[in-house]
């Protein structure tokens, strides 16, 4: 074991504890797949990340990401937040776009209007929903089938099924059954009022049952080229998730001229030290 270069970063917020948190393990060399696991595990939180040296030319860095109980090959708020570590920490990219190496492959971030925003990789699997999943959904979330007004595949990595409700207060006052919806990873959005456009919660597997994610990237950027490919979104808009655990999670999605969306979020240091690996 030795001393290791270490952040967590709140993400999706510019005020501390808000947002959705990361750990950021900034040198992960020499470490086996077992020891992330298990240091992730420790760590309580959603997903942690190491940054090792990239095996392809045009990247910057790569990194893996853990959750409790697995490796994703994409997430978002742990790219964002991976980003921000890595050049808070002295990073210098290549180029003008930060390019991260990750399971998915390559990651292009920006660097635009003070935040950091990551480009959405290709929907593994998009479409529909089958009727029987949504069916299940419909009962796992205690609403009528009738409630989810659309659907699709959310598929970027994580296996996120989207559902569409009618309001954001429909979303808030969801109580979900475990048992029903286990074993799923399931997006749920609906139109919002006010300073954001749209209202957003996810929910996963854990290792304890279903967990529910205070801030969610990778459904984030999956929601967005569902919703502004299907017409359901403007182009450009503002989501808020984390509402339900007392958080303020802003997520800023576009898709630019080229049909590329693009999610975006503050983040900021909490914690700056090292960690013994």
Known sequence: ???????????????????????????????????????????????????LPPTQAQADYAVRIFCPGRELP?????????????LAAGGVPKAEEVVQECGV?????????????FAAPPLRRGGPLDEADVQQIARGLGVARSDILHHAWCDNGPLWRGVMLASAEQVLALKPDVLLLQGLDIGVVAPASGETQFEVRAFFPGNNGLCEDPVTGSLNAA??????GAGLAPVRYVASQGTAMARAGRVHVHRDAQGQVWVAGDSVTCVQGTVLL
């Open 1 to 51: 074991m030795k001393q290791r270069p270490f952040a967590q970063v709140d993400v999706f917020t510019a005020t501390p504890y808000l947002g959705n948190p990361l750990a950021v393990v900034l040198d992960g060399t020499g470490l086996s797949t077992a020891q992330m696991q298990h240091f992730t595990n420790w760590t309580n939180l959603s997903e942690a990340t190491f940054v």
């Open 74 to 86: 994409f997430a978002g708020h742990p790219t964002l937040g991976t980003c921000h570590a890595w």
């Open 223 to 228: 929601l967005g080229q569902w919703l502004i």
């Open 105 to 117: 492959g390559l990651v292009k971030i920006q660097r635009t209007a003070g935040r950091l925003a």
